[in-house]
């Protein structure tokens, strides 16, 4: 088996599996009620990691790929405008699908069951289904997102992994709470988080078997998937830390722990590989 794609089905199958573990620490209601209190610093620890990983490593390997397709594009810059219309389109598709499709709930609060069976409905099932069927675009560009790094640098792909899995755990969690909210069970949870870590793991298998076949795709999918990641860090999770936060100061701490958190996991991987 080709080391890399072995890597990739590694790296797909734990944040698929994560996705479900979040969603399982909403049972039983003691260990969702600890989970929440530290959830605000694994999302800030997220963010600002992926915020690293996209400015630091997906956005320049964007830019490098282009300069090798087109010699032109390290001159002015003009050149790069299609991988930077790219990366701006997977930017508005996240917002087109998790706003218009897909209705955003903030982590956990639109959950408030009266009883252990969770039979207050807070949000129509519908809504809930809708939602996650948005999510799934989202999940599905992470599996890309790892994939395309991973084809093009190995300390890449897992700078990006690691990224995408800190913020694994917060995403089937609000995903199990948004079920919840629509009158669902521990059953009903189980299957959307791991119909999106299903979905996280066909992104990685299905930009390898097509990366494999058209060797030119990756400088397409990389700044779609950039954009994307860009979303999540900026527009999804950052709002959320600040909401979530409130005025401490531990929170915007966290996002800066995640940064310092890249650029050590960076230095590392940098040392070991010796280049």
């Known amino acids: 088996m080709d080391g890399i794609f072995f890597q990739l089905l590694v790296f797909g199958l734990i944040a698929g599996v994560a996705n479900v573990l979040g969603g399982l620490v ?5 260990l969702h009620d600890s989970y929440r209190k530290v959830l ?3 999302l800030a620890l997220g963010a600002g990691f992926m915020l690293a990983v996209t400015l630091f490593e997906i956005l320049p390997k964007t830019i490098t790929l282009w300069q090798k397709i087109d010699p032109d594009a390290s001159g002015e810059g003009e050149n790069l405008a299609l991988p930077m219309a790219l990366l701006l389109g997977g930017y508005l598709l996240t917002q087109f699908v998790e706003h218009t499709i897909a209705p955003h709930f903030h982590l956990g609060e639109e959950m408030h069951c009266d009883d252990d069976e969770h039979s207050h409905e807070l949000i129509t099932p519908r809504s809930a289904y809708t939602a996650v069927g948005g999510l799934l675009v989202h999940t599905f560009f992470d599996g890309v997102t790892i994939a395309a790094a991973a084809t093009i640098d190995a300390k890449a792909g897992l700078l990006v992994f690691i990224a995408v899995l800190l913020h694994k755990f917060p995403e089937g969690f609000t ?3 948004m079920v919840l909210a629509a009158g669902k069970g521990r059953r009903q949870v189980m299957l ?3 119909l999106m870590g299903v979905t996280t793991f066909l992104g990685v298998i299905v930009f390898y078997v097509i990366g494999n076949n058209f060797s030119s795709v990756t400088a397409y ?3 779609v998937a950039g954009g994307v990641t860009l979303y999540v ?3 999804d999770l950052i709002p959320e830390v600040n909401h979530h936060g409130g005025p401490s100061i531990w929170a915007s701490l966290a996002v800066f722990a995640g940064v310092a958190l890249f650029f050590g996991t960076s230095y590392l991987l940098h040392a070991v590989s010796g280049h």
């Open 40 to 42: 605000r610093y694994l």
């Open 175 to 177: 995903i199990g709470s």
């Open 221 to 223: 999918a990389l700044p």
């Open 233 to 235: 860090a900026a527009s």
């Open 192 to 194: 959307a988080t791991t």
């Open 26 to 30: 909403l049972f039983p209601s003691s």
